[in-house]
């Protein structure tokens, strides 16, 4: 009887040996399962190794490796929650209209490329007859995610305003600090 005892102890012992090996781990879920009882899985690279939740270690979490935009504002992107959100894209500035003695400003519409909203520096220079950069001027914008907004830039008080000519506007507005 000793023998066979000592015989399966063996066995038992060979079985976690080869398991182990294998890649097998017990107690994790692959594959999206959740809740309680775990399970066994086969390991691979993209098996979420981190802390599990759930009384049976069975839940898993996708941790993404690519670089997407995917950040939705709330704190992370599909990763831990700690991490801090990817830049914001430079939003889109176009010129509707220019600056003259009566309006005093130029009209620009800005687009935010983004899927959060953002506050971007809009830069407007004001040129002569010539095309002489007289001024150039900012102006913060806020714009929500994916829609378009209307700006003023004025050119400011003395003569500048009534020297204006031209409007060049820059093409981006990066995200104002």
Do not use: I, W
């Not at 981190?50 to 898993?60: F, K, L, M, N």
């Not at 929650?81 to 009566?102: F, I, M, Q, Y």
């Not at 909203?117 to 914008?141: I, K, P």
């Amino acid at each position: 009887m000793r023998q066979r005892g000592n015989t399966l102890r063996l066995t038992a012992v060979s079985a976690l040996v080869v398991l182990a090996l294998t890649g097998f781990s017990a107690g994790r879920g692959h594959g999206g399962s959740s809740g309680d009882g775990g399970g066994g899985g086969c390991s691979s690279s993209s098996q979420n190794h981190d802390s599990s939740s759930g009384s049976g270690g069975g839940s898993h979490r996708d941790h993404d490796d690519d670089d997407d935009d995917d950040y939705d504002g709330t704190g992370g992107s599909g990763g831990d929650a700690g991490s801090t959100p990817p830049p914001l894209r430079d939003a889109v500035v176009n010129l509707l209209t220019c600056a003259s003695e009566k309006t005093g400003y130029a009209t620009v519409e800005v687009t935010n490329r983004n899927t959060v909203t953002g506050t971007f520096t809009v830069t407007v220079a004001f040129e002569d007859d010539d095309g002489t950069r007289l001024v150039s001027r900012t102006q913060d914008v806020t714009v929500l995610a994916g829609e378009t907004a209307t700006a003023r830039v004025h050119v400011g008080e003395g003569t500048y305003v009534t020297r204006v000519a031209g409007c060049d506007p820059d093409p981006y507005a990066p995200a104002a600090l």
